[in-house]
């Protein structure tokens, strides 16, 4: 059985190497593949379907694993080289056609030139060889450090650019439009709730004190009476009259007279009568005794508490109404979108979606020291990435920046909301913030000052870049300045520094 080995070139493919096989005129067929050859596996496909055509056996040969492994699972046998296909007794070394050399090899008599190469140890040419390069290394360092230098210190103008920049919030933008100043935004809704108490601010009168005072009882029966405690006497001159009862009992001789204490039923001061008011006996004993009063009654007031008004009410709403818009923000800045997608929540485009509970745990007018409120709102607010502001800000800051000038940095802070919005698409004023520095470029400025003495230097530096002050030029070494006074000719021996200012 016939055997050949074929090698292919980095350029072949598929279909080359059929041709190839089809040329080697043998049974088996080991195909040599560079290291930088790669088939996909229809390539290898396609070999092992013309190689079971023509009854070749079709063997690769690469020295990467994954395409052994590719030419393997199509049906051909793979090897990392020729000895291993040779050793594993797929092509042994009597089937490989054997190369002839066309002409025979140059060969050399014996020791011909040896003397003129003698054996050298390889380790002491090495280490003579670092030696050479160490040795000129530091005479180029001692050569480079006679070199004149200069370090040169530019201290570059900047300005403070702000302007404020109106930006659509749009919940239904996927990508922000730069142009248009559209920022896509995330619509973030949340429940808050919490109770909050307030001092209330109102004042009452309430009935708080009773009147007292003596009454006189006169006895119409012939026979003596005795009044009994709790008798109800009142007054007649107003339509509301004054009640009093008597605290004790007293006994009215026949035809006489006797006093007793009375105290008003009702708190108050109405129950603060004049002389000669209370007139009337209530119930049983009028019928033998009549009553009068000598002398005022006394002692009956009110007493001024706290209590609920409307303004406590509006007072405590707005109160809590504003702490729960705080807590909802932080709870939106917690939500999943929000962490996950490296959003900003905008606490000015918060507002109330829905009032989803309000009670107050006083009345309007009731006595009380503090009132309480309960309240619980549907919060809304839009989250947007800090980026897209950024972006639009950049451009908006970039056309403020003045000739000469490049932008350095760019700060976007929140401003207003121009109303309250709906959540879908609310216009947002930002306030953009920005440095403009000197456009200077180091490379020019080694190339205009190389060659010239320190003060040319420093004049056409002032010339042609925004400066703060005269550049700081400091060359070396002093030995060498003394007698040149010019930077260096050199741009790889001239350092530059830019400070900001």
């Known amino acids: 059985m016939l055997g050949k080995i074929v090698s292919l070139d980095p350029a072949d493919d598929a279909a080359g190497a059929l041709d190839r096989i089809e040329w080697a005129n043998a049974n088996r067929v080991a195909l040599v593949m560079p290291a930088v050859l790669r088939w996909r596996e229809v390539d290898f496909v396609q070999v092992q379907r013309a190689g079971q055509q023509r009854n070749v056996e079709i063997a690769i040969i690469h020295p990467d694993f994954k395409q052994r492994r590719a030419a393997r699972e199509t049906g051909l046998a793979a090897f990392a080289n020729t000895n291993d296909a040779i050793q594993k007794r797929w092509l042994t070394s009597e089937e490989v056609e054997p190369i002839r050399r066309l002409t025979p090899p140059r060969r050399f008599a014996p020791n011909s030139l040896r003397r003129l190469f003698p054996k050298r140890n390889g380790f002491v040419i090495a280490a003579r060889g670092l030696v050479a390069l160490a040795t000129a290394g530091m005479m180029a360092a001692a050569f480079v450090s006679l070199l004149p230098h200069a370090q040169i210190t530019l201290a570059a103008s900047s300005q403070n650019l702000e302007t404020i920049v109106p930006v659509r919030l749009d919940t239904k933008a996927s990508d922000v439009d730069v142009e248009a100043g559209t920022v896509p935004a995330t619509r973030i809704d949340v429940i808050i709730e919490d109770r909050l108490s307030t001092p209330t601010t109102g004042k009452k009168d309430i009935k708080r004190y009773r009147a007292s005072g003596q009454v006189t009882f006169s006895n119409l029966l012939a026979t003596p009476y005795v009044v009994p405690r709790n008798t109800v006497v009142r007054t007649t001159a107003t339509s509301t009259p004054a009640r009093f009862v008597t605290t004790s009992d007293v006994e009215v001789p026949a035809g006489g007279q006797a ?69 909802a923000v932080e709870k939106m800045r917690e939500q999943r979108e929000v962490v996950n997608g490296g959003l900003i929540v905008l606490p000015e485009t918060l507002f109330v979606a829905d009032v989803q509970d309000e009670t107050f745990d006083r009345f309007v007018t009731e006595q009380a020291d503090e009132v309480s409120l309960n309240m619980r709102l549907q919060v809304a607010g839009l989250a947007v990435d800090p980026r897209d502001l950024d972006a639009i800000s950049r451009e908006v800051l970039m056309q403020r920046v003045p000739q000469g000038f490049e932008l350095l940095s760019v700060q976007s802070a929140s401003g207003e909301v121009a109303e309250e919005g709906t959540g879908n698409d609310t216009m947002f004023f930002v306030n953009a913030r920005g440095t403009a520095g000197a456009n200077i470029d180091e490379r020019e400025v080694k190339r205009l000052v190389r060659g010239k003495t320190p003060a040319e230097a420093q004049s056409v530096l002032l010339q042609n870049f925004a400066l703060v002050r005269n550049p700081q030029i400091i060359t070396g070494p002093d030995w060498l300045m003394g007698s040149i006074n010019r930077l260096p000719l050199v741009i790889q021996r001239i350092d530059t520094e830019v400070k900001r200012e």
Do not use: C, M
């Not at 009702?266 to 049983?284: D, F, H, L, M, T």
């Not at 002692?299 to 001024?304: A, C, L, M």
């Not at 706290?306 to 705080?326: G, H, I, S």
């Open 259 to 327: 006093t007793v204490t009375v105290q008003a039923i009702e708190e108050g001061p109405n129950s603060n009568v004049g002389a000669g008011q209370i007139n009337r006996v209530e119930g049983v004993p009028s019928l033998a005794v009549s009553v009068i009063n000598s002398a005022p009654t006394g002692g009956g007031g009110n007493e001024t508490v706290r209590a609920v008004t409307k303004d406590d009410y509006a007072r405590l709403r707005v109160a809590l109404r504003e702490k729960l818009l705080q807590e």
